[in-house]
Structure formats: C-alpha cells, structure tokens
C-alpha cells in the first residue's frame, strides 16, 4: 500500500508552486487576449505621443526661423507680407512664438499709424492667460501708455494698480503713469510721494528715475 507523500516545508513549497502556476496560466487563458490588445493599444498610443511630441517641436522651429526671417524683412524695409505672417504666427501653438508674433504685430501697427490695431493687439496679449506673466505685463503697460490720453485717469490708476509697487519689475514705468494720473486728478501730493519712490529705487531705469525727481 502506497504511503502518502511526507508532509514537509518542501512538500507544501512545490504545492504552492505549482497551484500558483495553474492560476498564473488560467488567469492568461482567461485574459491573455485582453492584455495583449491592452499592451498594443499602449505601445501605439507612446509612440503616437512621441511623434507628436517631435512633430510639435520641428513645427516650433520652422515658426522660429519664419519670426526670424521675417523681422529681418521688416529691418530691412520689406515689411509689405509681413503683417500677414506675424498673423499666422500669433495662432502658434507656440506661447514664445505667439507672444513674440503679437508684440511684433502690434509694433507694425504703429508703424503704420494704426493705433487701434495695436491697442487692441496688445489687448489681446495681456487677456491671455495662456501667456506667461511678464509678456501679459508689458502689454498692459504699452497698451495704457496708448491709451493713456484716451481713458480716465482712475481707469490707469485701477489698471495698473498691481505693478506700480516697488519691487514690481514694471514699477517705474506704471509708478510714472500712475503719478501722473493721479495728478490730473488733483492728487498731487500723493503724485509727489510716488514720483519719489520711484526716484529712491535703484532697479527702475536712470531716465525714469530722472524724471521722478524733476517732477517729485
């Protein structure tokens, strides 16, 4: 009569083995079609990021060389396509491109005398949120030193409120449209305490610190 086999660390570590085994292969008998499909459709969508990923940064740099190609245009005196392409390049995908496309938009505008294209270019670039901050911030400043004769001086008060602080890196610029705003209102002693905190701080710009004192 047959003995039963000695029931032993190693006995039950076979066992183990081989029941973990029988439900690693029904477990691929049951699935195993699916996590094939799920393994394809992974490695197609990787390498379809990937692509676009690449296809995205050549794009960004044929965008680079035509900005490029076309402020050299522009510098040399041909500047008839170039409102149209700075228009194709300002839908970039491309924030830097964008931006840079706009501001140079803006800045053909004026060329051509046409304030309100460029207001309302520069406009556009500070409601962008998409935009980082210090692009969005020198569009508010050039659009309210357009603006500036054509609004109420609170408008440029409230407008510019964030920036003309010291520390702000537009404080001199927004300081000096502040002040004098606030003069136009009458508030001129509160123009001169800011006119000369503008001329006590060192990062503002030496003209603009000039004026401050001239004016404060």
């Known amino acids: 009569m047959a003995q039963p086999p000695e029931v032993n660390e190693t006995f039950l570590r076979e066992v ?3 029941l973990r085994r029988d439900q690693l292969r029904d477990f691929f008998k049951t699935y195993g079609n699916w996590l094939v499909a799920a393994l394809v459709l992974f490695l197609a969508a990787s390498g379809g990021l990937i692509w ?3 296809h995205r940064v050549e794009q960004h740099e044929v965008e680079v060389e035509k900005l490029a190609q076309t402020y050299k245009d522009v510098g040399s005196g041909n500047s008839a396509q170039a409102p149209q392409q700075f228009d194709e390049l300002s839908k970039s995908g491309s924030k830097a491109v964008r931006a840079s496309a706009m501001f140079a938009r803006a800045a ?3 060329q ?3 304030t309100n294209l460029a207001i309302n270019t520069f406009k556009s ?3 962008d949120s998409a935009l980082p901050k210090p692009y969005r911030d020198a569009a508010l400043i050039r659009q309210t030193a357009l603006e500036f004769d054509k609004i109420q001086p609170q408008d440029v008060i409230t407008r510019l409120a964030p920036l003309a602080k ?3 890196p537009w404080f001199g610029t927004a300081g000096e ?3 004098l705003a606030m003069i136009k209102q009458g508030k001129r002693q509160e123009a001169g305490q800011l006119f000369a905190a503008i001329a006590k701080d060192k990062s503002v710009p030496d003209t603009i ?3 401050a004192v001239q004016v404060a």
Do not use: F, H, S, Y
Request: glycine share 4%; charged share 30%; no cysteine.
């Open 112 to 114: 051509q005398n046409d």
């Open 125 to 127: 670039i500070a409601a």
């Open 166 to 168: 010291p520390g702000e």
């Open 177 to 179: 449209m502040t002040a």
């Open 16 to 18: 183990d083995e081989n």
């Open 52 to 54: 676009w990923k690449q």
């Open 209 to 211: 610190r000039a004026r």
């Open 108 to 110: 053909v505008a004026l």
